[in-house]
T-cell receptor, first 115, second 114 residues
């Protein structure tokens, strides 16, 4: 069984469209994250939810809106897509999110290409 | 300016060689982690170090946390083609209020040629 899964794996879309990426974890973790990895492989946190509550909200355009219907799911909705949104988006989860040694488990990533 | 400066960005070596990747900062971290990422997959945690001066070994990989908890290194002995991948350091800032927030270095793409 996949611990952290994301759909879709690949997403190709036109500028201006709205799209969503879904993430699910079956590890029973309380905390989930969204990261963006750019073309230079730099990984940067975007959002984090703990038990459906938003706890980290980095400087991300408000076109990006995370939604956590329950603690096993964290979806990312992006409005009015721009060329600069092209990247690989990773979902991750961790047991608590509070411990300094908490391990984050990453999903396989969603490669978003905006044309 | 990156909070965590990772070097080198690229490393191409022959099988059997040794290598070291560095992760440096002017900030103090509560913990520092090293991840490995293969193409088309997410990062996978290799190790977490939390105590200044701590050294951890994972087979041919040796990880060290600086005494002042501002830097870390990853040393691979007798590299093998299977070690090829992207290595990322990530730290949790000391005194940080946003728990779970990791700051990543730029990554090191390692290629080990047979």
């Amino acid at each position: 069984d996949t611990a952290v899964s994301q759909t879709p794996k690949y997403l190709v879309t036109q500028m201006g469209n709205d799209k969503s990426i879904k993430c699910e974890q079956n590890l029973g973790h309380d905390t989930m994250y969204w990261y963006k990895q750019d073309s230079k492989k730099f990984l940067k946190i975007m959002f984090s939810y703990n038990n459906k509550e938003l706890i980290i909200n980095e400087t991300v355009p408000n076109r990006f809106s995370p939604k956590s219907p329950d603690k096993a799911h964290l979806n990312l909705h992006i409005n009015s897509l721009e060329l600069g949104d092209s990247a690989v988006y990773f979902c991750a989860s961790s047991r608590q999110g509070r411990g300094i040694t908490d391990t984050q488990y990453f999903g396989p990533g969603t490669r978003l290409t905006v044309l | 300016t990156q909070l965590l400066e990772q070097s080198p960005q690229f490393l191409s070596i022959q099988e059997g060689e040794n290598l070291t990747v560095y992760c440096n900062s002017s900030s103090v971290f509560s913990s520092l982690q090293w991840y490995r990422q293969e193409p088309g997959e997410g990062p996978v945690l290799l190790v977490t170090v939390v105590t200044g001066g701590e050294v951890k070994k994972l087979k041919r990989l040796t990880f060290q946390f600086g005494d002042a908890r501002k830097d870390s290194s990853l040393h691979i002995t007798a590299a093998q083609p299977g070690d090829t991948g992207l290595y990322l350091c990530a730290g949790a800032l000391a005194g940080g209020t946003s728990y779970g927030k990791l700051t990543f270095g730029q990554g090191t793409i390692l290629t080990v040629h047979p």
